[in-house]
């Protein structure tokens, strides 16, 4: 993935380097860069996201040694920096493409914009290294799809109670199952809606950094955290992002759902960890033991 925005962020910079096309006359909100607080504010809140992505957190929770953890963390930064500085010259240089060479699927009313890496990579590569290239488009989906599925598995099978005591052998059936109908939901959500990529992914973002990014950061960093503060603090984050997602609007402005979200979660499991049961002894002495 990371090869293929590097040859496609080379090789569409220079073809439009010296054209003497001004992104910003084509496009006024490329360079865009004043908003309002809230805006603003909202733009930051993707970073909120991280917290809780399952996909992301497996990874770090599969290290072999609490020492390696820096230096998946040095990686895991150092990518993601690298990954979007390229994303943003690509879609950047490909407005003064596009001006250049009309792509088709991407341009004009019927046009969608998400295409424009999968037009450059087309317009720019030879179909045989375009192939190569358009498989790490692939391979990004098929990271992301193998992990969610697996965690979703893997919390049906283990974290529901209803299944606890299954012998290993029924859990597989029930988890192969699990992921088929997991996948054909998946299908049946993707192929009813009308939004755009960025809008769905987006929406699952924020519910799943409201719902279980603040429950993460406290259980970690809190020894206050109880149960009942978890779960209802699960609750009011994923509730938070549909209501906001499909009844608050605020006109003018890009309000995203998981800033407050985010931000009521994470009051909620605090009240209510103040006000119910603390953690057990046992609890708290793993707690202690695993702070530095």
């Known amino acids: 993935m990371l090869a293929a925005l590097t040859f496609c962020a080379l090789l569409v910079f220079f073809a439009v380097s010296g054209s003497g096309v001004d992104i910003a006359a084509v496009n006024p909100k490329a ?6 607080w809230l805006s603003g504010a909202s733009l930051l809140a993707w970073g909120f996201g991280y917290f ?15 020492s390696s953890v820096a230096k998946a963390r040095r990686i895991g ?5 690298l990954c979007l500085t390229l994303s943003v010259i690509i879609g950047l240089s490909g407005i003064a493409y596009n001006e250049l060479v009309h792509l088709p699927g991407v341009a004009g009313p ?21 192939g190569v290239i358009l498989a790490a488009v692939l391979a990004s989906v098929m990271s ?14 283990e974290d529901l109670p209803l299944f606890k005591n299954f012998t290993p052998s029924r859990k597989a059936w029930i988890s192969r199952f ?18 755009s990529i960025l809008g769905m992914v987006g929406y699952a973002w924020g519910g799943f950094g409201a719902s279980f990014g603040p429950i993460i950061i406290l259980s970690l960093t809190w020894r206050g955290t109880t149960r009942y503060g978890a779960l209802v603090g699960m609750v009011v984050g994923a509730s ?4 906001v997602k499909n009844y608050v609007t605020i006109e003018g402005e890009y309000f995203y759902e998981l800033l407050p979200g985010f931000i009521l ?13 603390k953690p057990s002894e046992e609890t708290l002495r793993k707690f202690d033991k695993s702070q530095p």
Not at 77 to 81: C, G, T
Not at 145 to 152: E, I, K, T
Not at 240 to 243: A, V
Request: charged residues 10%; aromatic residues 12%.
């Open 110 to 130: 019927d046009g969608n914009k998400e295409r424009i890496f999968l037009a450059l990579v087309s317009a720019l590569f030879h179909p045989v290294f375009s």
């Open 240 to 243: 938070t992002i549909f209501l």
């Open 265 to 277: 979660a994470f009051i909620a499991i605090i009240l209510v960890s103040l006000i119910t049961a």
């Open 178 to 195: 699990g992921i088929i109908g997991f996948a054909l939901l998946a299908y049946i959500i993707t192929s009813t809606s009308s939004g």
């Open 31 to 36: 360079f865009a860069y004043k908003t309002t």
């Open 77 to 81: 930064m150092s990518w993601m920096v």
């Open 144 to 157: 992301t799809a193998d992990s969610q599925l697996l965690v979703l598995s893997a919390t049906l099978t």
């Open 52 to 66: 809780g992505q399952p996909h992301i957190l497996a990874r770090f929770i599969g290290i072999d040694h609490v």
